[in-house]
């Protein structure tokens, strides 16, 4: 069973850059099988992709938030990692991990629990 | 403004059917994108209901049915039960730009 979980601080100021790590369980990060998400969701609405990365390092990032997305994977602590640059207000938001999965045609078959980050001064 | 409509909210009594829509358009789900659904309870992670437009995961109960056709699909829900008041999402891809994934805007069901 493949296993998620977030973390990284929970309070970033605002222009600096909010980072964050996704420890995965139950399989290798180097798989095949799966591509690497981040998906953020701000308070009291609707769910956004910000991009994914594949075991091979290629990525794929929301256009809206591209040029300050940074995607990379540590194969040596079975991670992957988000970097978002010159955060605001408006980057708060619960950001989740997620894997797709292959097997389910590429869905978000598995997620993390979340990690709520705030950016305030 | 997502690139997915979906209505706000939906609402039925328990035992009734209710049908949740996805509205895209030729660079998404009308190009042959497959859509996926997924359940948000209050305060949990998203959770996968539907994928592959019409395939449940192990466990996801048969009371939930996809379905797509043209450049819309639907999530069907019957035998409602309170349990299932949560927000739903529909989520697929977009050709325009390099993979894109996209999801729908979520749609509130309320078990009355």
């Known amino acids: 069973q493949l296993q998620l979980q977030e973390s990284g601080p929970g309070l970033v100021k605002p222009s600096e850059t909010l980072s964050l790590n996704c420890t995965v369980s139950?399989?290798?990060?180097?798989?095949?099988?799966?591509?690497w998400g981040w998906i953020r969701q701000p308070p009291g609405k609707g769910l956004e992709w910000i991009g994914s990365i594949y075991y091979s390092g290629s990525t794929y990032n929301n256009p809206s938030l591209r040029s300050r997305v940074t995607m990379s994977i540590d194969t040596s602590k079975n991670q992957f990692s988000l970097s978002l640059s010159s955060v605001t207000a408006a980057d708060t938001a619960m950001y989740y991990c997620?894997?797709?999965?292959?097997?389910?045609?590429?869905?978000?078959?598995?997620w993390g629990q979340g990690t709520l980050v705030t950016v305030s001064s | 403004q997502s690139v997915l409509t979906q209505p706000p909210s939906v609402s039925g009594a328990p035992g009734q059917r209710v049908t949740i829509t996805c509205t895209g358009s030729?660079?998404?789900?009308?190009?042959?994108?497959?859509v996926h659904w997924y359940q948000q309870l209050p305060g949990t992670a998203p959770k996968l209901l539907i994928y592959?437009?019409?395939n449940r995961p192990s466990g996801v109960p048969d009371r939930f049915s996809g379905s797509k056709s043209g450049t819309s699909a639907s999530l069907a829900i019957t035998g409602l039960q309170t349990e299932d008041e949560a927000d739903y999402y529909c989520?697929?891809?977009?050709?325009?730009?390099?993979?894109?994934?996209?999801f729908g805007g979520g749609t509130k069901l309320t078990v009355l």
């Open positions: 030729s660079s998404n789900i009308g190009a042959g994108y497959d």
């Open positions: 592959g437009n019409t």
């Open positions: 989520q697929s891809y977009d050709s325009r730009l390099n993979n894109f994934r996209v």
């Open positions: 997620a894997a797709e999965d292959h097997i389910m045609v590429l869905s978000f078959a598995h």
């Open positions: 139950g399989d290798s990060i180097s798989s095949s099988s799966y591509y």
